[in-house]
C-alpha cells in the first residue's frame, strides 16, 4: 500500500498506540497538519511555544509509562525542543520527538528555517534519526518508540524532511524490532542478586536509597515488599518521590542538598546502601568522598554506565529494577533469617533514626502575618489528602513541594530533577492533566519559574485542561536570593521580581481564574476554591519572601555539613494552627 | 571519578558500529562531550558490510577507559567493543614520509628504509616520500633516524589492531577449520 509520507507517519503513531500529540505547526511539518485535518484517533494538543509541547509529552510519559510524542517544524522549532530533549534525557523519560526539516535537497544549503536539527539534538537524546528514504519511516518510527522506552528510558528524536513527508511511499510496519547493537540487560545476576540479599541481612545499619528508576520500571510494590521484609529504611531522590509512601514508618523521605536531617545522617552512618534506581547526583552525595564512607554499596540500574561513574561500587547489578528487587525478595527468603534476629540485630539502628527524626523534624517558623511557603504546600497536601498530581517548576518552590507533599503514590510526582529546567510546571502539568482528564492536577510554581512557560495558560484555556497553578510568589528568585544570602554573604544581584505581572489578571487575560491570597487565614479558602473550580485556575500566595530552604547541604560538602532550620517552634506547633490538620 | 586507581596509559579499543551515516559523530561527540581526547581513530569496513569497524587510541587511567567502554557500548549504534589493551594482539599503523632528498642523503635514506622495511612511493629531484608500516616504536624510531635529514610532512593513518589466534570479532564462518591447520592464525612475527 503506497502512501504520503505524512499519512505513514500518522499511521504508525496509531499502530504504536499514540493517542495525544503535543506541537506547533510550520512550514516544513505542513503536510503532517494536513494529512491531520481528516485523520481519526489522534487528539492534537497546540500550544504555544515549541518546548511547552516536549515538556507536555514529558507529563503525558510520566503519568502514563506510555511514550509521549510531541511534533514542531524545522530550525527555531527544533532549537527551542532542545530544552525538553535534554531534561528527558537527564530524567529518563521516554518520549519521541518529530520535527520538520527541509527537503533532502536543499539540506546543508541554508535553507529557510534551516538547522542541523540531528547534529545539535546528537547529545540531548538517546538516539536519533533523520529520514532519508519514504520506505525508511515505519521501520525507523518503530525503533524510535522501542528505543525511547526499553532499557535505561530516554528521548529519542525523528527529523523529517519536507519532500519524505510528500513522497508516496510503501508503509513498512516490521511485527518485532530487532536491532543487533542494542539488547539491554533485564535480569540482574543471579549471584550477585544473592550476594546483596545477605549483605543486606549481615548488615545492622542499612539504607535503601531510592531513585527514578524505581519509578519507570513500576517497582514500587517490589520495593515496599522488600523494605517491610528486611525492615530497611527507605530514602528517595527527588525523582523517587512516591515510588514509597512520605508517611511509611520505614520511610526517610527524601536526602542530599535540601533532604531530611535524618535521611542525611542515616545515609552517613549505614554500613550497607542498596541504591535502587539511582545514579549518585551530586546533588544527593554532596562531596562524594565523604557520601556513606562506611557502607558496602549495593547497586541495581539498567544502565551500566551509571554504575561506578561517581562512586566505587561494591556490588554491581545491572537489571531492571523491578526484577532484580523481585530476585532480591525471593533470595532474602531462602536465606535462613530468623525475622526476631533480624529486628533485634537492628533494633539500635532504628532507634537511633527516630531520634534523628525526633530531634530534627522538617520544621519551619509559623507567623500570623505571613505567609510560609512550607505552610501552603502542607495544606495543598491535607486537601488532596496526598492522591493530586503535583508537578512544580525549579527553585524554592520545588524543594518545599518536595520536603512537605506527603506523597502516597508513584506517578503523581513530576519535576525537572536532572537539568533543573525552569518553566518546565505548566506544560508539564497540561501533558498529565491531558493524559488523566478527571484527575486534580496541580502546578506548584515560583513567580520565576511559572514566568518563563506562563504563555501556556492560553493552551489550557483552549484545550480544556483544568490545570490549578499555586505560584509561591516572594517577589524574586528564590534561590538565587538563598544562596546569595548564605553563600555570598548578601551581596544580592539580579534576583528582584517585582510584582510584575499581576498574576490575577495575566490569568484573567488568558481566560483562566485568578485568585490571590497574602494572609495566612485566607489560605485554606483559596485552595479550597481553587481545587473546586472546573477550570485553569491560577492562585497566586504572596509569601515570606526571606523564607529559606532547609535542610541545606552548601554544593561540594559533605552530607552530614548541614544547614539547619533556625530552631523556634517544632512543626508540631504549626499543626495546631493548620486548619485542616495534618 | 577522575584521579583515583591506576596510573593512566594508552588503550587500544576496537569498536564495531552500524555502517550508518553519523556512526562517527556520535563516537566523536561521547569523548569531546566528556573532555576524553582521542589519539587516533581508523574507521574501515569489515567482512560484513553493514558492519564498520573502528580502531580508537584513547588514554585514560582505568575508570575512564571503563567509563569510555561503557558509554560506548550505550551509543545504540555500536555492536560490540572490545580494549584489546591487555588481550594478545597484533597492531599497525601506516605512515607516509616527505623527506628532504638532496643528492648526498639519498644513499642514506634508501639504506635506513629498507631497515625499517619501508618503500620510496614518490621521487623529486629534491625529495623522497617513504611508506612505512609497524607498530608505534618501529615509526618513532624511523622518524627519529630521518629528522636531522629534515622531515617536511607526515601523514599517519592512526592505528589498526587485530586480535591474535582464531577469535574473531565478527561471527566466524559456517565452515570448520582445525586451528593448526589455520595459515592465518599462525606467523605473525613481524
Not at chain 1, 506523597?407 to 519535576?415: E, Q, V
Not at chain 1, 497566586?540 to 532550620?565: H, Q, R, S, W, Y
Amino acid at each position: 500500500m503506497k502512501l504520503p509520507g505524512a499519512r505513514i507517519l500518522l499511521e504508525c503513531l496509531k499502530r504504536e498506540g499514540v493517542d495525544i500529540i503535543f506541537g506547533l505547526p510550520g512550514g516544513a511539518v505542513l503536510p503532517i497538519y494536513d494529512a491531520l485535518y481528516d485523520f481519526e484517533g489522534l487528539r492534537h494538543i497546540l500550544v504555544r511555544q515549541e518546548a511547552a509541547a516536549g515538556h507536555a509529552a514529558e507529563g503525558y510519559a510520566r503519568a502514563t509509562g506510555r511514550v509521549g510524542v510531541c511534533l514542531v517544524t524545522s530550525g527555531p522549532a527544533c532549537t527551542n525542543l532542545v530544552t525538553a530533549l535534554q531534561d528527558a534525557m537527564m530524567d529518563s523519560i521516554p518520549i519521541v520527538a518529530f520535527t520538520g526539516q527541509v527537503p533532502t535537497h536543499l539540506i546543508g544549503n541554508d535553507a529557510f528555517q534551516e538547522a542541523d536539527n540531528v547534529g545539535i539534538t546528537r547529545s540531548a537524546t538517546k538516539h536519533n534519526f533523520l529520514v532519508k528514504d519514504g520506505k525508511d519511516l515505519g521501520p525507523i518510527i518503530r525503533e524510535a518508540f522501542h528505543i525511547a522506552v526499553t532499557g535505561r528510558p530516554g528521548p529519542v528524536h525523528v527529523d523529517l524532511p519536507k519532500d519524505i513527508l510528500v513522497k508516496e511511499a510503501e508503509l513498512i510496519w516490521p511485527e518485532k524490532v530487532v536491532m543487533r547493537s542494542y539488547n539491554p540487560n533485564y535480569d540482574g545476576h543471579p549471584g550477585q542478586i544473592k550476594r546483596a540479599a545477605k549483605a543486606m541481612l549481615r548488615a545492622t545499619q542499612p539504607v535503601l536509597y531510592v531513585g527514578g528508576g524505581v519509578i519507570s520500571a513500576d517497582a514500587h510494590a517490589e520495593l515496599r515488599e522488600l523494605a517491610e521484609l528486611t525492615q530497611i529504611p527507605v530514602t528517595t531522590t527527588l525523582m523517587g518521590l512516591g515510588a514509597f509512601p512520605s508517611a511509611h514508618p520505614l520511610s526517610l523521605e527524601m536526602l542530599g542538598m535540601h533532604g531530611t536531617y535524618y535521611a542525611n545522617m542515616a545515609v552517613h552512618h549505614s554500613d550497607v546502601l542498596v541504591a535502587v534506581g539511582a545514579r549518585f547526583d551530586d546533588r544527593v552525595t554532596g562531596k562524594v568522598d565523604a557520601f556513606a564512607p562506611h557502607a558496602e554499596i549495593i547497586h541495581i540500574d539498567i544502565d551500566p554506565s551509571s554504575i561506578s561513574k561517581n562512586l566505587k561500587v561494591d556490588v554491581p547489578i545491572v537489571g531492571d529494577c523491578r526484577r532484580v528487587l523481585r530476585g532480591l525478595i525471593e533470595a532474602v527468603k531462602q536465606e535462613k533469617d530468623d525475622p526476631g534476629a533480624r529486628q533485634s540485630r537492628q533494633a539500635a539502628w532504628h532507634a537511633q533514626i527516630a531520634e534523628w527524626k525526633r530531634l530534627q523534624p522538617l520544621r519551619y517558623e509559623w507567623s500570623d502575618d505571613v505567609i510560609k511557603p512550607q505552610y501552603v504546600i502542607q495544606e495543598i497536601s491535607n486537601l488532596t489528602r496526598g492522591d493530586a498530581m503535583i508537578v512544580t517548576g525549579v527553585g524554592q518552590h520545588q524543594m518545599w513541594a518536595a520536603q512537605y507533599y506527603k506523597f502516597t503514590r508513584p506517578r503523581a510526582w513530576f519535576t525537572s530533577g536532572g537539568l533543573g529546567t525552569m518553566g518546565y510546571g505548566l506544560p508539564t502539568a497540561m501533558g498529565v492533566q491531558a493524559a488523566h482528564p478527571g484527575k486534580q492536577v496541580i502546578n506548584i510554581d515560583g513567580d520565576g519559574s511559572f514566568q518563563m512557560n506562563s504563555q501556556e495558560m492560553a493552551t489550557c484555556f483552549t484545550e480544556h485542561l483544568p490545570v490549578k497553578t499555586v505560584i509561591i510568589n516572594n517577589s524574586g528568585h528564590g534561590m538565587v536570593r538563598q544562596w546569595q544570602r548564605i553563600i555570598y554573604k548578601e551581596r544580592y544581584c539580579a534576583i528582584d521580581l517585582p510584582q510584575i505581572p499581576d498574576w490575577v489578571k495575566l490569568a484573567e487575560a488568558y481566560g483562566c481564574v485568578g485568585l490571590r491570597v497574602t494572609k495566612p487565614s485566607e489560605v485554606v479558602p483559596a485552595i479550597e476554591k481553587m481545587l473546586s473550580t472546573p477550570a485553569p485556575v491560577i492562585l497566586d500566595v504572596i509569601v515570606d519572601k526571606d523564607e529559606c530552604v532547609f535542610p541545606m547541604v552548601p554544593a561540594g560538602g559533605a552530607n552530614t555539613d548541614m544547614i539547619l532550620a533556625p530552631p523556634t517552634r517544632e512543626v508540631r506547633d504549626k499543626a495546631e494552627k493548620s486548619q485542616t490538620g495534618f | 571519578m577522575s584521579g583515583n586507581g591506576s596510573e593512566p596509559r594508552k588503550h587500544t579499543i576496537s569498536v564495531l558500529v552500524e555502517n550508518k551515516f553519523g556512526v562517527l559523530s556520535r563516537v566523536a561527540g561521547l569523548f569531546s562531550a566528556r573532555g576524553y581526547n582521542i589519539e587516533s581513530l581508523s574507521v574501515g569496513e569489515t567482512l560484513d558490510p553493514s558492519v564498520s569497524r573502528m580502531t580508537i587510541v584513547v588514554t585514560g587511567d582505568e575508570f575512564v577507559i571503563e567509563q569510555v567502554t561503557k558509554q560506548l557500548h550505550k551509543l545504540i549504534d555500536v555492536i560490540k567493543v572490545n580494549d584489546l589493551t591487555d588481550d594478545s594482539h597484533v597492531e599497525r599503523e601506516l605512515v607516509l614520509i616527505r623527506v628532504n632528498a638532496e643528492p648526498q642523503h639519498r644513499a642514506e635514506i634508501q639504506r635506513t628504509a629498507d631497515i625499517f622495511r619501508a618503500r620510496v612511493v614518490d621521487v623529486t629531484p629534491v625529495s623522497f616520500v617513504l611508506e612505512a608500516t609497524g607498530d608505534e616504536g618501529k615509526i618513532e624510531a624511523l622518524l627519529e633516524l630521518l629528522r636531522p635529514i629534515g622531515v617536511q610532512e607526515v601523514v599517519r593513518t592512526g592505528k589498526i589492531a587485530i586480535g591474535r589466534g582464531p577469535k574473531t570479532r565478527v561471527k566466524r564462518a559456517p565452515e570448520k577449520r582445525r586451528v593448526s591447520d589455520d595459515p592465518r592464525v599462525v606467523g605473525f612475527a613481524d
